[in-house]
């Protein structure tokens, strides 16, 4: 608004108010509304207020202009720059109030400090460890939580995380649908915590289900079949004895692989009254278990290649088994001793072991118990009980049931009995290095009368 003058009007001259301003101001209808023309423009209304004297009328601008030039109501006043920056902040909005606006707005920018999501993670961390214990469910927290954090969400505050938001970060992770569920239940228990610590007030990973996110293709159930088992089982005997009983648990007990053969040991299997204790300490549940009603040919085995104590898993577990199986994949006999003999890591160098390691199925042995002793009871009630299945026994039955394995494989699976070797092969050891030099010296030392001790008479 532009306010022009003071003028002297000479027709009001010698008069009690000569002195007048000129300022136009938008012309408002009735209620309170800007009236338009045609072409929307807003209609002025024309004033000019008369004074006394020119002093007066210039000391009477700073009233027009605060008169006019702003508005509101209560405690806020609003003048033309806040007109400006309303009309403006209202075409970003949208359809969104003001209010919902300045809500978003300070949750994103609280007056008071609070903690990130990547604060609170190593917090959340902290206390994890202490109520479960390192173990494979901490990794998994570690990993998957971690990833969300480092993904763009690790500066944010936790109310501000949305469930669409978090569908939309699981719907892009890549892997299997099982991979993206697993990421959304490390995700539930984290904002849970969360909600403990009333840093939120709900947990929005708690929502999403399966239909959620995409779903995968599912992947067909991989086993051993039973000459498998058996030649798997023979080449053990023959190659790698004392693999014998660390394999066995698993493919005549089910005992979980990936979680509790690590720390397995000969004094969990109580031989005097038939059972097999998984402590807690190891148990994936976290609780005490007790295995009983495993088949005749397990404790037959165990009595011929069973330890009475200490782990059951050797040193360099890994690349014994590797070679195992490796060795295992060959058909010819004669061939198998052959790369028997060959040091370890040549053996792993070659094709061979690329190849048999890659047509290994995942999580075999448990798999290959599950599948012929469901196919030998036809039910899976039993199957579940010794696998400590905390699902249904419908789900255990509706997987390994129509993989083709009849009820006669089944009972010859559970009728395989150890043939041990006298004399396993092993491979060959050749010296080198410092063992090659200090056997070369060792040789060196011996006196020429005692290198000949032993050797025939000449003629």
């Known amino acids: 608004m532009e306010i022009t003058g003071p003028f002297l009007d000479k027709a009001k001259k010698g008069q009690p108010k000569p002195w007048y301003l000129r300022y136009s101001t938008g012309k408002l209808n009735p209620d309170g509304t800007a009236v338009l023309d045609e072409a929307g423009n807003q209609v002025l209304q024309r004033h000019r207020p008369y004074y006394a004297s020119k002093a007066k009328a210039e000391a009477d601008k700073p009233r027009i202009f605060e008169q006019h030039d702003a508005t509101g109501s209560g405690q806020f006043l609003f003048d033309r720059n806040a007109a400006m920056d309303y009309e403006a902040g209202r075409k ?20 008071n400090p609070k903690q990130t999501l990547r604060d609170q993670f190593s917090q959340f961390l902290v206390e994890m460890e202490y109520k479960i214990g390192k173990g494979r469910y901490l990794k998994d927290l570690k990993s998957r939580v971690g990833a969300f954090v480092a993904g763009g969400f690790g500066t944010r505050y936790p109310e501000t995380v949305s469930r669409r938001e978090l569908v939309a970060y699981l719907k892009i992770l890549p892997g299997e649908a099982r991979t993206r569920r697993n990421h959304k239940g490390c995700l539930s228990t984290f904002f849970a915590w969360l909600l403990t610590r009333e840093a939120v007030t709900g947990n929005p990973a708690s929502g999403i289900t399966k239909w959620d996110l995409p779903v995968g293709k599912r992947k067909e159930i991989r086993f051993l079949l039973l ?10 005997e023959r190659y790698a004895p004392e693999l014998v009983a660390h394999e066995l648990i698993q493919l005549f007990a089910g005992v979980r692989a990936d979680d509790e053969m690590k720390d397995f040991r000969a004094e969990f299997v109580l031989t005097q009254t038939r059972e097999v204790v998984i ?37 360099n577990y890994l690349r014994r088994w590797t070679r195992l199986r490796v060795l295992a994949s060959v058909e010819d006999q004669d061939e198998a001793d052959r790369l028997a003999r060959m040091p370890v890591k040549a053996l792993l160098k070659t094709p061979l072991a690329a190849k048999a390691i890659a047509n290994w199925p995942w999580n075999a042995r448990r798999r290959t118990f599950c599948t012929h002793h469901v196919a030998k009871y036809q039910s899976a009630e ?45 491979p060959e050891f050749v010296a080198k290095g410092i063992v090659f030099l200090q056997a070369q010296r060792r040789l060196a030392s011996v006196t020429p009368s005692r290198r000949l001790e032993g050797a025939p008479a000449s003629a």
């Open 382 to 426: 039993k199957t579940a009980l010794i696998l400590r299945h905390r699902g249904s026994s419908y789900t255990l039955h509706n997987s390994y049931r129509g993989l083709g394995v009849t009820q006669e494989q089944g009972r010859e699976y559970f009728q395989i009995l150890p043939k041990p070797v006298k004399i396993p092969i092993t």
């Open 279 to 315: 402590p807690e300490a190891i148990a994936k549940t976290k609780k005490r278990e007790v295995m009983n009603g495993l088949e005749e040919n397990f404790w037959v085995w165990w009595k011929m290649y069973g330890p009475e104590k200490g782990l059951l898993r050797p040193n």
């Open 227 to 236: 000459d498998q088992v058996t030649k798997y089982l023979r080449a053990a």
């Open 92 to 111: 970003i909005a949208g359809n969104a109030t003001f209010v919902e606006v300045a809500r978003f707005w300070r949750l994103h920018h609280p007056e």
